[in-house]
């Protein structure tokens, strides 16, 4: 019954910055707190990869090699959404953009099999 719902994505010039936003839902007394929100990218041709990470009660955060320093993963509990902020956006960073939730992180952040509900997607493009 938890939904994720992506927002945010746009075209943008190479140095650019967006926000992505993750809105989640669930069964009546479901809180954000208690729950895990990765963020994942798939550029044209390529797997699946992680970007960030936010955990659930204490929002520990975790990020890619090629994001650290530009990424920004966080969090409002109240409006039960999850935000992603990029910056410094580079060509290759192109694709779409999903987040994903699970309960529980059972292993590492960016292991794909480990959530069980995944959005839509939203689209980034950087390009000149």
């Not at 320093?69 to 969090?75: H, K, L, Y």
């Amino acid at each position: 019954q938890v939904q994720l719902v992506e927002s945010g994505g746009d075209l943008v010039q190479p140095g650019g910055s967006l926000r992505l936003s993750c809105t989640v839902s669930g069964p009546s007394g479901f809180s954000l707190e208690f729950y895990t929100i990765g963020w994942f990218r798939q550029a044209p041709g390529k797997e699946r990869e992680g970007v960030s990470c936010i955990r659930s009660w204490l929002a520990s955060t975790y990020y890619a090699d090629s994001v650290k320093g530009r990424f920004t993963i966080s969090r409002d509990n109240a409006k039960k959404t999850v935000y992603l902020q990029m910056n410094s956006l580079k060509p290759e960073e192109t694709g779409v953009y999903y987040c994903a939730g699970v309960k529980t992180l059972r292993t590492t952040w960016n292991d794909l099999a480990i959530y069980d509900t995944w959005g839509q997607g939203t689209q980034v493009t950087v390009s000149s």
